[in-house]
């Protein structure tokens, strides 16, 4: 197999060749920080104050090797996850395809909903959630049509630049007038049966699930086709990424702990009425001049995770019917026309079944919190039994990791499905 490891001496230890490779790292933060940051994180901070933070830094240190693994293995072997599903078997492949169809359009649905209710701050006149989500929609394939990669590398950092920047400004803010608890209030534990609902789905989903290490893994030999990647940069801009996925985490937790937590607000079960509220408390609690870098931030968190979803899902998708319909090369337009069948399934769920939306989102959640651990420990056979060159191959101390992970995904699993259906 081809390995992607050459590169001129000077580029392998250049700041600004490390610099300029900045990308599928940052791509994938920007598709984490959606749902399970804004939200997720957000909600941990406002329930239960700061008693969740140290959980979420350990649940993504336990993830890491194996979204780090989509970075090994091409840059080892010079194919992408997906294609290694294959070779382990095509009932891993299938189960693969089957996961990524379903969670491609009911994750895309959900973000363009959450992305066209927040849109709906910066339009003068009253539009309707359908006509804001082609808004939206239209947008993000124009984008895509257009520059298709180097357009998403692009977006994909000033978004999360400008989301970095202005939670930052936030949580200062925040810092300086945190909200006044109301009399007798007690921090409720998460330590709970009660709240074990709660913290599957923000555990299962920080920082996203495992399924996106492949589409970090097909980012990346698209950038290998584009410009000079050595192992070192492709895990600088890994390592970039992941550790400020997980940092904003806290940042988020923070913004939930200091403005909502403790305040008796009822909390909004969706993710649209919740980012709403969000914005609405800031607005009430630091100044009302706030309320649109709030609707700024929140933004560009859910814009940026709908883009690079839409791109990403299609990217495995088309490159899963490559490998099912065993051609040696992808066919040109099948990415593109896989991100118009996803966007047109979204979209019409949004026209029909708007209704059935959350239900929907709340299976495809445990169906990708079910499936992450046999995805971790697939990504964890491929990175072991392939001969990868030693910068990029498995060390002691990651292996060690990696089965410490696999035991927190299986044993919380096993939880779940004891609380879920056995309790």
Same mark, same amino acid.
């Given at each position: 197999?081809?390995?992607?490891?050459?590169a001129?001496?000077?580029?392998?230890?250049?700041?600004?060749?490390l610099i300029?490779?900045l990308?599928p790292?940052?791509m994938?933060?920007?598709?984490?920080?959606?749902?399970?940051?804004?939200?997720?994180?957000?909600?941990?901070?406002a329930?239960y104050?700061?008693q969740?933070?140290?959980?979420?830094l350990?649940?993504n240190?336990?993830?890491?090797?194996?979204?780090?693994?989509?970075v090994?293995?091409?840059?080892?072997t010079?194919?992408?996850?997906?294609?290694?599903?294959?070779?382990?078997?095509?009932p *891993?492949l299938? /189960?693969?395809?089957?996961?990524?169809a379903?969670? +491609? $359009?009911?994750n895309? %649905?959900? &973000? =363009?909903?959450?992305?066209?209710?927040?849109?709906?701050?910066?339009?003068p006149?009253?539009l309707?959630?359908?006509?804001?989500?082609?808004?939206?929609?239209?947008?993000?394939?124009?984008?895509?049509?257009?520059?298709h *990669?180097?357009? /998403?590398?692009?977006l994909s950092k000033t978004?999360? +630049? $400008?989301?970095?920047? %202005?939670? &930052? =400004?936030?949580?200062?803010i925040?810092l300086?007038?945190?909200?006044?608890?109301?009399?007798?209030?007690?921090?409720?534990?998460?330590?709970?049966?009660?709240?074990?609902?709660?913290?599957?789905?923000?555990?299962g989903?920080?920082?996203?699930?495992?399924?996106?290490?492949?589409?970090?893994?097909?980012?990346?030999k698209?950038?290998?086709?584009q410009?000079?990647?050595?192992?070192?940069s492709?895990l600088?801009?890994?390592?970039?990424?992941?550790?400020?996925?997980?940092?904003?985490?806290?940042?988020f937790?923070?913004?939930?702990?200091?403005?909502?937590?403790?305040?008796?607000?009822?909390?909004?079960?969706?993710?649209v009425?919740?980012?709403?509220?969000?914005?609405?408390l800031y607005?009430?609690?630091?100044g009302?001049w706030?309320?649109?870098?709030?609707?700024?931030?929140?933004?560009?968190?859910?814009?940026?995770?709908?883009?690079?979803?839409?791109?990403?899902?299609?990217?495995?998708?088309?490159?899963?019917?490559?490998?099912?319909?065993k051609?040696?090369?992808?066919?040109?337009?099948?990415?593109?026309t896989?991100m118009?069948?996803?966007s047109?399934?979204?979209l019409?769920?949004?026209?029909?079944?708007?209704?059935?939306?959350?239900?929907?989102?709340?299976?495809?959640?445990?169906?990708?919190?079910?499936?992450?651990?046999f995805?971790?420990?697939?990504?964890y056979?491929?990175?072991?039994?392939?001969?990868?060159?030693?910068?990029?191959?498995?060390?002691?101390?990651?292996?060690?990791?990696?089965?410490?992970g696999?035991?927190?995904?299986?044993?919380?699993?096993?939880?779940?499905?004891?609380?879920?259906?056995?309790?």
């Amino acid at each position: 197999m081809e390995s992607i490891t050459s590169a001129p001496p000077k580029a392998r230890f250049s700041l600004a060749h490390l610099i300029r490779s900045l990308g599928p790292g940052i791509m994938m933060a920007a598709a984490a920080v959606g749902g399970s940051h804004l939200v997720a994180s957000t909600k941990a901070g406002a329930i239960y104050g700061w008693q969740l933070a140290a959980l979420i830094l350990l649940v993504n240190v336990f993830k890491y090797p194996f979204f780090r693994a989509g970075v090994q293995y091409t840059m080892g072997t010079g194919t992408s996850l997906v294609e290694g599903y294959s070779k382990l078997g095509k009932p *891993y492949l299938w /189960l693969f395809v089957g996961l990524s169809a379903v969670s +491609a $359009v009911v994750n895309t %649905a959900a &973000l =363009l909903m959450f992305s066209a209710s927040l849109l709906a701050y910066f339009v003068p006149f009253d539009l309707s959630m359908p006509v804001l989500s082609i808004l939206v929609l239209t947008t993000c394939l124009a984008i895509l049509f257009a520059g298709h *990669y180097k357009a /998403l590398d692009a977006l994909s950092k000033t978004i999360m +630049a $400008v989301l970095t920047i %202005a939670t &930052l =400004l936030a949580v200062c803010i925040a810092l300086g007038k945190p909200a006044e608890p109301v009399v007798g209030f007690e921090s409720p534990s998460p330590w709970t049966l009660a709240a074990i609902g709660f913290l599957v789905v923000t555990m299962g989903w920080m920082p996203a699930p495992i399924e996106i290490s492949s589409i970090t893994s097909m980012w990346l030999k698209s950038q290998c086709k584009q410009q000079t990647v050595t192992p070192r940069s492709a895990l600088f801009d890994f390592n970039v990424g992941y550790i400020g996925t997980a940092l904003l985490a806290i940042v988020f937790l923070s913004l939930g702990a200091l403005v909502l937590h403790g305040t008796g607000v009822e909390l909004s079960s969706s993710g649209v009425g919740f980012s709403h509220q969000l914005v609405g408390l800031y607005a009430s609690t630091i100044g009302e001049w706030s309320r649109y870098l709030i609707a700024v931030i929140a933004f560009f968190c859910i814009f940026g995770s709908t883009i690079t979803v839409i791109d990403g899902y299609a990217r495995v998708l088309s490159e899963s019917q490559r490998l099912v319909q065993k051609q040696p090369d992808m066919k040109n337009g099948v990415t593109l026309t896989w991100m118009v069948i996803i966007s047109a399934a979204a979209l019409a769920i949004i026209l029909f079944w708007a209704k059935a939306l959350l239900p929907m989102l709340n299976f495809a959640m445990i169906l990708a919190f079910v499936t992450t651990p046999f995805f971790g420990l697939l990504n964890y056979i491929l990175v072991t039994k392939t001969d990868l060159p030693k910068p990029l191959a498995m060390t002691s101390s990651l292996k060690w990791l990696s089965i410490a992970g696999l035991i927190y995904l299986f044993g919380f699993l096993a939880v779940f499905i004891w609380w879920k259906w056995l309790l």
